[in-house]
Each structure stands twice: as C-alpha cells, then as structure tokens.
C-alpha cells in the first residue's frame, strides 16, 4: 500500500497504470482503499482472463465452492461476495465448461445445489496456486505479524462500512 505524502512537493506515487494515485487517497481513508481495491480487480481480471479464460465473478465462485460446499445460488452468492445475478450468470457459464453441476434437491425445496465437477475441482486446485503466487508477490514485503496485522485492520474496516452508512 502506497505510504501517505507529508507534504505538497512529494512526488506522486503511482498506479499500475503509470497514472497518479488521487490527492484524494491522501485524506480520505476510503478513498485510499478504493483506489487499492481497483488495482488489485484490475490486475486479477486481466491475469484470469488471460491465463484462465475466467472473469472475477467465476474465480470467485469456483474459489467458494471450493471451500465450502453444497450452497444454493444465493448462499454462493453470499460466499463469493457478488450479487446473485452475476452468480447467475457465472454459473450458466462455468456449466457451460463443465466445471460446475447443478443439483435440484427436494430435501431444500426448489433450490439447486451448486457442485464443482471433478474437471472444477482440478481447476479450482490450479486457480488456487495461481492466486496464493499472485498474493505472495504482493505481500512481499511484509513480515508475518504485519500481514496479519493488515488482515486485521481490513477486517475492521469492512466492519466499519455498515456504521458509515448508516446515514
């Protein structure tokens, strides 16, 4: 993460795309945030999609269903953190490529169960690898307590958004 400038004449830090980070990120903690959320989706969308043929809403969902298993488009929606109609759209995709299966149950009224294929889960184990290389180059320079110690503070200020928006 970009460290604050102290002053007027310090040099821009700059983004990805070579472009100055917002004065704004200098004053606003959020706004700081953003702009880190936006580097990140932008550089994982254009490595997924060039190495996996994949966008963010299907790495998310196959990442989620492999960690937590037998969930309805809505709970996998919820644990993929994207809105239901993209789980929706993610998942008629990912059928397509065989890599998902959907499975009407009785047992959950009219909700089908969402399963990784033997094919999804193969590819579930490289997406994996792919993304803990990708998050160990960006955390490379911190030491373990610090990376916990980020994790923390995110954690916190994912909780704080609700206080936030309150209003």
Known sequence: MPAARN?????????????PISPLADEYIAVLVL???ARLNR???????????IGMADFRIVMALGLVKGLN?????TA???????????????????LVELEQTA??????IVHLTDQGRAFQRKLNQAARRREKRLLAAFSEAERAQAAAILRKLIAGVANMNRE
């Open 7 to 19: 002053d007027e004449t310090s040099p821009a830090v700059e983004n990805d795309l070579g472009a």
């Open 35 to 37: 702009s880190l959320a």
């Open 43 to 53: 550089g994982a969308s254009s490595y997924y999609l060039r190495h996996f043929n």
């Open 73 to 77: 488009v809505g709970e996998l929606a």
């Open 80 to 98: 993929a953190d994207i809105d239901k109609a993209a789980a929706s759209r993610s998942l008629k995709f990912l059928q397509s490529c065989g």
């Open 107 to 112: 047992t959950r009224g009219r909700a089908a």
